[in-house]
């Protein structure tokens, strides 16, 4: 596995006069909620992030300077556009009534619809603490529609083999898989450039089998391919960003890059999010 610079800089070569830049970023921000700590809705152990640190959390967002932000763990728009303030950005979170709530963020110019929530990643939506669906949008370009959908898999099984493992969290991952596979089917089906990016709590190294069932539903090209991360301290990618159908050609693995904090430390990373802002830019054709 190759190491990855942590950097917010996209400098790499030039840019096609007949393309326009678009730059995709997916950031777990753990537990971003404006719940006060001992409210039922969150665990025992759950600090909630203080002004100061969600002032920290904008500027590295400012930093970043994406354009689509795909965002899991955040309780509602309301306390996301603390980080994505409104007039830049238009915030979009799926219907799902938990606190980890998975959205997009997309700069303000760029014309999108909102499409269904992926209910299908919650596989028993009855259950005490359920899962996220996907939030699904389709960005109108100049050269045509990008569909884009941001996720949060199941934690617990980063490298266990799906079809093998009994542990329950593998059991629950391998549920999801199907509703990612159908999805991917139908981008394909349709003709439509897609990306799916968040946290798939996967490493998907090597010849990992979550990865070779996506895609069997269709070709697909992942950034983080063949990189480890910088963030905190380094270690294998769970946040990804793949692409498919045209976006494949699209997306410049080149710019993938990793933006780290400055705070160093467990009570920063607690403080923070225990995972950093994942980029890649695409040149769409106009």
């Known amino acids: 596995m190759l190491g990855l610079i942590g950097s917010a800089l996209l400098s790499f070569g030039s840019i096609p ?22 409210d039922p809705a969150l665990p025992a152990d759950v600090t909630p992030k203080r002004p100061e640190d969600i002032a920290l959390l904008a500027g590295y967002a400012t930093r970043v300077a994406a354009d689509v932000i795909a965002i899991q763990e955040v309780d509602g728009p309301d306390i996301a ?7 830049r950005y238009s915030i979009h ?4 009534r938990v606190v980890q709530r998975v959205g997009l963020v997309v700069r303000r110019g760029i014309d999108f619809v909102v499409n269904p929530d992926l209910v299908a990643l919650v596989p028993a939506p009855w259950a005490r ?11 109108h370009m100049p050269g045509g529609f990008l569909r884009i959908l941001a996720v949060h898999l199941k934690t617990g099984c980063r490298e266990d083999p799906l079809s093998r493992s009994r542990r329950p969290s593998c059991e629950t991952l391998r549920q999801q898989v199907p509703a990612l596979e159908g999805w991917i089917a139908q981008r394909r089906e349709e003709g439509v450039a897609f990306v799916i ?17 996506l895609r069997r539903a269709a070709p697909l090209a992942r950034a983080t391919e063949g ?4 963030c905190w301290g380094g270690g294998g990618f769970i946040d990804h960003i793949l692409a498919g159908g045209a976006a494949a050609a699209w997306m410049r693995p080149e710019t993938l890059r990793v933006t780290v904090y400055r705070e160093h430390g467990q009570e920063w990373k ?7 802002p994942v980029s890649v830019t695409f040149d769409i054709p106009n």
């Open 17 to 38: 006069a007949h393309a326009a830049t678009l730059k995709l970023t997916t950031w777990n921000l753990e537990w971003l909620t404006d719940k006060p700590a001992g």
């Open 81 to 87: 556009a603390r980080i994505f303030p409104p007039e």
């Open 93 to 96: 979170m799926t219907g799902d």
């Open 129 to 139: 603490h359920p899962l996220r669906s996907g939030a699904d949008i389709t960005l």
């Open 197 to 213: 990016l968040g946290d798939f709590n996967r490493w998907m190294d090597g010849r990992d089998q979550m990865l070779a069932g």
């Open 227 to 230: 990189f480890s991360s910088p």
């Open 270 to 276: 607690e403080r923070l999010s225990d995972h950093c």
